[in-house]
């Protein structure tokens, strides 16, 4: 269950390089960050800074050069590829760009895809869960017969329909208007709330960073405390 | 199965366009086999349905040419009854002749010329056997082409009557035209060239084509060192049928042709699908999906596609091959062949569409994340 006493995520002075020589780049330099079960953390900071690694690592898809990542309680370190997938499955949710929804499948159906991809204890119900994302009666369309908010809400419910410890949200608002990127990020911030999920968004967009519990900053791969004046006098 | 199924009816419109290539490559398969089956049976069927399980011909006659020319003495065959493992041996000859019947049908002929009473001597399904002398039991497909019991058959250039007592059962062919089964002095006569009415001299009733065996253990090899004959089974013997080997083996290599290309078409087709959903898959990956459920998939649907689209295009050649089977032309539909055939399309394809979605496991979960890469 997501209302457990651990932290949904602890990044234990991470380090991340890509390549090697003259042309390494550090993308996370000494990076420690914990989120809590219900909180709902911003990153903020100029494209190549780092914050997509940050998801990368702390989603299991990358392992870190250095540091350890504990997602839910479990540790990372040492993993399988096949043990990796499976924590994926079981703690961790996604929301992607665009939505990144599957073709062929209906906004039910994208829902109760990741319920097939294993056992998992009481997953959420999907229709029930479509409704709460305000998409029920979009129930039988198909992405392309989707508006842009709405493949993004569809996202949103299927990234959270295993009921992850953590969610991971890159960029959500950035093919949308105002409108629909606080609704979005609203969205997001009341399903961390009141579900307990930890989630950390990934975003440009500083008009919706007063929805979020926390806001970060990451500059040339090194984390800190988000200063306001400091962007706004860019 | 989930994404699978919903898939294939997403992209119907796709999946039916391969699906109709692979029908279109099943419906060659089953004419192919028809035409296959036709043509053996009509090379070969009068020898398949001998009790026979080994020819013994002349020493040093060629495979391809053993029934035209091989010539054994009679006497041969007692020397093999007397060896182990043969139940029985008779004299056995094979000719092809051009004749004509007295109503006026013409008709080519493989005379097989057999001792009454012997175990090569076939019985005619209206109980008649073989006489003595001067009659012919035909083949069934003779009987279509107009012959009948009571006709006269008179071979050409001989004029040696053969009077018709009775048909076989079934179809009995041999390059691909009718067998008539005569007596044995009878054929030497015919197989020597005597005209009717002349003298016919002594040792044209030695010589016979070969020795029919029959047995389970029989050592050939040893009897042909004893005997001086070379043997062959009734098998390696269809060989000997005029046309047979070069007929299979283009036919063979036809269908090893058609394998291919629906083995490389599906693979293509599921190369392309599979490139075409990488991002996606590279999503199913990073919501943890196993590299395993994904190519499980994938060929679950590479399988339904394959089953459906060669049951239609088996159901729709069964269909054509029906209405060719009664063209006067060998065509038989054999469903253990076609059977093979279909399993043999159905697997490669399903290799073929396994080769290509390989590459999923070579999708990078991590270029699901930021939109642009
Ligand atoms: N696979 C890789 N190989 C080499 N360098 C990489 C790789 N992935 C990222 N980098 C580098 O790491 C740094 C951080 O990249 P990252 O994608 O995390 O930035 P970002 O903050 O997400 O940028 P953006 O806002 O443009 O998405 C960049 O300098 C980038 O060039
Ligand atoms: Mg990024």
């Not at chain 1, 990044?11 to 390494?24: F, I, Q």
């Not at chain 2, 119907?12 to 004419?31: D, E, H, K, N, P």
């Not at chain 2, 043509?39 to 399980?53: E, I, M, Q, R, T």
């Not at chain 2, 035909?138 to 012959?147: C, R």
């Amino acid at each position: 269950m997501s209302a457990k006493d651990v932290p949904g995520l602890v990044l234990d002075s991470v380090t991340l390089e890509h390549g090697d020589g003259e042309e390494m780049v550090t993308a996370l330099d000494n990076v420690s960050l914990v989120v809590e079960p219900g909180e709902f953390v911003a990153i903020v900071g100029p494209s190549g800074s780092g914050k997509s690694s940050l998801l990368a690592v702390a989603g299991a898809l990358v392992p870190p050069t250095s540091g350890k990542v504990q997602v839910g309680g479990v540790e990372l370190t040492g993993m399988k590829p096949k043990e990796l997938t499976r924590l994926r499955r079981d703690h961790i949710g996604f929301v992607f760009q665009s939505g990144n929804l599957v073709p062929a499948l209906t906004a039910l159906d994208q829902l109760r895809l990741p319920i097939t991809f294993g056992k998992k204890v009481e997953p959420r119900d999907p229709a029930t869960l479509l409704k709460e994302v305000g998409m029920d009666h979009r129930a039988d369309r198909r992405p392309h017969q989707l508006s842009g908010g709405e493949r993004q809400r569809v996202g949103i419910a299927r990234a959270l329909v295993t009921r992850p410890d953590l969610l991971l949200v890159d960029e959500p608002t950035a093919a949308l208007d105002r409108q629909r990127s606080q609704e979005i990020v609203g969205l997001l911030a009341r399903e961390a709330h009141e579900h307990g999920v930890a989630t950390v968004m990934v975003t440009h967009d500083h008009d919706v960073l007063h929805h979020c519990d926390r806001v970060l900053s990451m500059v040339d791969g090194i984390l800190s405390e988000y200063v306001p004046q400091t962007v706004s006098a860019r | 199965m989930f994404l699978a199924l919903r898939e294939l009816v997403f992209a119907r419109g796709r999946f039916a366009l391969m699906g109709s290539v692979v029908a279109l490559i099943a419906i060659l398969m089953v004419l192919l086999s028809g035409l296959s089956v036709g043509l053996v049976n009509d090379g070969v069927s009068g020898l398949k349905k001998l009790p026979v399980s080994a020819f013994s011909f002349q020493k040093g006659t060629s495979t391809d040419g053993a029934f035209s020319r091989s010539t054994v003495d009679v006497s041969v065959a007692e020397t093999w009854r007397g060896r182990s493992g043969v139940e029985d041996a008779a004299p056995f000859g094979n000719t092809l002749v051009n004749a004509k019947t007295d109503s006026g049908v013409d008709i080519d002929l493989a005379l097989f010329g057999v001792e009454p009473g012997s175990f090569v001597a076939p019985q005619a399904t209206n109980g008649e056997k073989l006489s003595d002398r001067g009659t012919v039991l035909l083949g069934q497909t003779a009987e279509e082409a107009g012959v009948r019991i009571g006709d006269t058959v008179v071979v050409d250039q001989l004029e040696t009557p053969l009077k018709v007592t009775g048909f076989l059962d079934g179809q009995h062919t041999f390059g691909h035209v009718d067998v008539g089964y005569l007596d044995l002095r009878t054929w030497q006569e015919i197989r020597a060239g005597v005209r009717q009415g002349e003298e016919v001299p002594a040792h044209v009733y030695d010589q016979v084509t070969a020795i029919a065996l029959k047995g389970d253990g029989i050592d050939l090899a040893a009897g042909d060192e004893a005997l001086e004959t070379k043997s062959l089974t009734l098998e390696e013997s269809f060989g000997a049928s005029p046309g047979y080997s070069a007929e299979t083996s283009t036919l063979d290599l036809i269908q090893v042709f058609l394998y291919a290309i629906s083995a490389l078409v599906v693979g293509a087709f599921f190369t392309v699908v599979t490139i075409q959903r990488k991002h996606e898959i590279a999503v199913l990956r990073a919501m943890g999906s196993s590299t395993g459920r994904l190519l499980r998939d994938s060929l679950a649907q590479s399988l339904i596609l394959l089953v459906a689209a060669s049951a239609v295009g088996v159901g729709l050649g069964v269909a054509m091959g029906a209405a060719i089977s009664g063209a006067p032309m060998p065509f038989q539909l054999d469903f253990g062949s076609i059977g093979a055939a279909t399993a043999g399309l159905i697997v490669l394809g399903v290799i073929g569409a396994g080769v290509a979605v390989l590459r999923i496991t070579r999708v990078d979960p991590l270029t699901a994340l930021g939109g642009s890469r």
